[in-house]
């Protein structure tokens, strides 16, 4: 079957701008979390989405939001970007949320 | 300071040569320890997941502990292969979810 699916998966965006990406979920997976890596922090839980509601949420500022449609697609996004901004952003597919996680390949965001 | 620490943070080991991974943490309660592989580059991918009332838990040449009591997990990889090069976290699940900085394992032949 085929995987998480993220787009795109290079972006280009200067400081002020807001930014959304997409996540497409394995089908049949109900909930979808995002995530962002960096470097310096590496891994950083972002939000979860089940059923179309925001089950937990990171420690993240409110510029960062998401939502998920009834098909379980999800997207973020992200408004008046920083520079720290720039990051890998992931997102993760699973049945529940309590069981194995399918990553997807990500979406490397570079802001200027 | 991070909830989950990991060590050591970079190994080297010959192929075919056993290895362990350690994770401390603090969070608590979890409801689940999850250790992850990451190949640069790529996302992801899950090896194990464990409540806290499971001890241990296998995959392939993988086998993760889990000790509540004492706060530790550790992923034991055996006869590592070249493609077990790679960085590997440990991820706690408490009312979010608490990453490791990782462990960057490389396989020499």
């Known amino acids: 079957k085929a995987g998480v699916t993220q787009t795109p998966r290079y972006l280009i965006k200067t400081r002020g701008q807001q930014v959304t990406l997409s996540c497409s979920p394995i089908s049949g997976h109900r909930s979808v979390s995002w995530y962002q890596q960096t470097p310096g922090q590496g891994l950083q839980f972002l939000f979860e989405?089940?059923?179309?509601?925001?089950?937990n949420k990171g420690n993240f500022p409110g510029r960062f939001s998401g939502r998920q449609f009834s098909n379980s697609r999800s997207e973020m996004n992200v408004s008046t970007l920083e520079l720290g901004d720039s990051a890998l952003y992931l997102c993760?597919?699973?049945?529940?949320?309590?069981?194995?996680?399918?990553f997807g390949p990500g979406t490397r965001l570079t802001v200027l | 300071k991070n909830q989950v620490e990991q060590s050591p943070q970079s190994l080297i080991i010959l192929e075919g040569k056993n290895c362990t991974l350690q994770?401390?943490?603090?969070?608590?309660?979890?409801?689940?320890l999850r250790w992850y592989k990451q190949d640069t580059g790529r996302g992801p991918v899950s090896l194990t997941i464990m409540t806290f009332s499971e001890n241990t838990k296998s995959n392939g040449r993988y086998t993760a502990t889990l000790d509540a009591d004492t706060k530790q997990s550790s992923l034991h990889i055996t006869a590592s292969q070249l493609s077990d090069s790679a960085s590997y976290i440990c991820v706690v699940s408490a009312v979010d979810m608490r990453f490791g900085a990782g462990t960057r394992l490389t396989v020499k032949p």
């Open positions: 989405y089940f059923s179309e509601t925001q089950r």
């Open positions: 994770c401390n943490y603090t969070v608590s309660p979890f409801s689940n």
């Open positions: 993760a597919s699973s049945f529940t949320g309590m069981d194995t996680q399918y």
